[in-house]
């Protein structure tokens, strides 16, 4: 069943005439309303035909007079749509038919709302980039400098800038959050044959640096509380370890969808064990656990400035840290490790992992919405719980009280007992009506890839594997409109079992 506002049965009114209407009232009618289309009903409201400006342009040729009557246009087959269809459906009869506009009639036979050709090919997508207008600043700057090659005086102020935010001492502007994960093991002396531990509810990017350094990974749980790394689950992979003599050089801590992982309890684990945790901030730049920013509470924190992220610089990612010879290190290797040298002369293998002047003055601009973006983010998964309220089968990703999450996706859980529908058939679904959802992301444990590596799950049912078979990310762009809002909750409204 759809769902109509009293706005769209207003407007329906307003575009809407009868038999008795004359030529001349139906075009100044048509004029005012400005869409080239009007709805003949009879007199009890029941849809007869459409009527476009051309088919009163023939009735004024043949009567030769304003004056008379719209009962005189012939009768019309118009198409229409009536019960349940989808987006992609209506634009496929439109395409067919090579009409702009198609009326949708309920089941008594009266128009319920008109669907337009030109709002119907909007799709509402996950997340897209939402630039401001400092950007276009820092980048001209930039260009009249001619700083266009990879570092400059946006890289050095971006890492300033980024470092002051979050209260660390020292940041390396570079080119992904991939990058920076894999200085950070370089960093700690991961090398061939050593173990590391990792959030197993992420994206493949936080464990494929272990693999680019010879490591294992080990794969650790989500747990109910935050959805992020299980420090019973954990508990249990040192317990392991400690057993085979073969602690890990790094724990991978990962702050899932913009929330941080409960960082005190899983830190006494690690530091009782004398294992460093590199934490995995890609998602949750803003985001704060304690009072403290995401992403400052490990040895090294990562964040990423991909174009679906909170702020973006394109491509691009920031290693932070307290420790000084840690961020000059990375820099160094960062730049191909070239020795001081009046000639090329390298020691060790480097890489080319430093960010470019031009996107850093992105970053810049960005840097200064971040809060506002934050906002705007938490008001939409906000709008999301409360419009849906009423829906028992929804189970909402959980904040702790010591999170505040940036909510970078509007995430959470279907269950299909309660739902009436899986999660792929409600993505499917969503789909056809032209919106963008997707899965949570499949566990690293569960990944063809990691198929060898040794797992530890939070308790005998593994958590992350609850949520990625019921999962699903929504819409939730800081630049998303009321109406593309209203579009999801009513699709999911209306595919949902109450």
């Given at each position: 069943m759809q769902l109509y506002t009293r706005e769209k049965v207003k407007n329906i009114a307003a575009i809407s005439v009868t038999a008795s209407a004359t030529l001349k009232q139906a075009l100044v009618q048509m004029d005012r309303m400005g869409l080239g289309l009007l709805l003949l009903n009879d007199d009890n409201g029941i849809f007869k035909r459409t009527i476009t400006d051309g088919d009163l342009r023939r009735l004024l040729i043949r009567e030769g007079s304003m004056d008379v009557t719209i009962s005189g246009l012939p009768a019309?087959?118009?198409?229409v749509l009536s019960g349940e269809y989808n987006r992609r459906e209506a634009l496929a009869l439109m395409s067919e038919h090579l009409i702009n506009h198609l009326p949708v009639l309920d089941n008594d036979g009266r128009v319920l709302e008109v669907l337009e050709r030109k709002k119907l090919d909007q799709q509402v997508l996950l997340s897209t980039p939402h630039m401001g207008s400092w950007e276009k600043e820092y980048v001209d700057e930039a260009f009249r400098t001619n700083w266009i090659a990879p570092l400059g005086p946006n890289v050095d102020a971006f890492e300033r800038e980024i470092a002051d935010m979050v209260g660390?001492?020292?940041?390396?502007?570079?080119?992904?959050?991939t990058a920076a994960i894999h200085l950070a093991l370089c960093l700690l002396g991961v090398e061939r044959g050593d173990t590391v531990f990792c959030s197993t509810l992420t994206f493949a990017a936080s464990a494929n640096p272990i693999v680019y350094q010879g490591a294992q990974p080990v794969f650790i749980d989500s747990e109910p509380d935050s959805w992020n790394m299980s420090p019973v689950a954990l508990e249990k992979a040192f317990a392991d370890a400690s057993q085979r003599g073969r602690m890990p050089k790094a724990v991978i801590v990962v702050n899932l969808y913009g929330q941080s992982a409960d960082m005190d309890v899983l830190s006494v684990i690690c530091e009782r064990f004398g294992v460093p945790i590199v934490e995995d901030a890609a998602e949750s730049l803003g985001a704060s656990y304690k009072g403290r920013a995401s992403g400052t509470l490990g040895a090294m924190g990562v964040y990423s400035f991909n174009?679906?992220?909170i702020i973006t610089t394109s491509g691009g990612g920031m290693l932070v840290s307290d420790n000084l010879a840690f961020i000059e290190r990375a820099r160094f290797l960062a730049t191909q490790a070239r020795d001081p040298a009046p000639f090329y002369q390298h020691s060790v293998v480097g890489f080319n992992y430093r960010m470019s002047n031009i996107l850093a003055g992105v970053g810049r601009g960005q840097l200064k919405v971040l809060e506002e973006r934050v906002r705007a983010r938490r008001a939409v998964f906000e709008t999301y719980r409360k419009e849906l309220a009423d829906f028992e089968c929804i189970e909402w990703m959980p904040e702790p009280e010591w999170s505040h999450s940036t909510r970078w996706l509007s995430v959470c859980a279907i269950r299909p007992d309660?739902?009436?529908?899986?999660?792929?058939?409600?993505?499917?679904?969503?789909?056809?009506?032209?919106?963008?959802?997707?899965?949570?992301?499949?566990?690293?444990h569960l990944q063809p890839v990691f198929g060898n590596c040794r797992y530890f799950a939070h308790s005998e049912d593994s958590v992350s594997d609850y949520l990625f078979e019921r999962g699903i990310c929504l819409p939730s762009g800081s630049n998303m409109s009321e109406e593309s809002l209203e579009r999801v909750i009513n699709s999911l409204r209306r595919w949902l079992s109450v």
């Open positions: 019309s087959d118009s198409v660390v001492r020292h940041a390396a502007a570079l080119s992904s959050g174009g679906n992220k309660a739902a009436g529908i899986n999660t792929l058939e409600l993505i499917k679904r969503l789909s056809a009506d032209m919106i963008e959802a997707r899965p949570l992301w499949k566990p690293m």
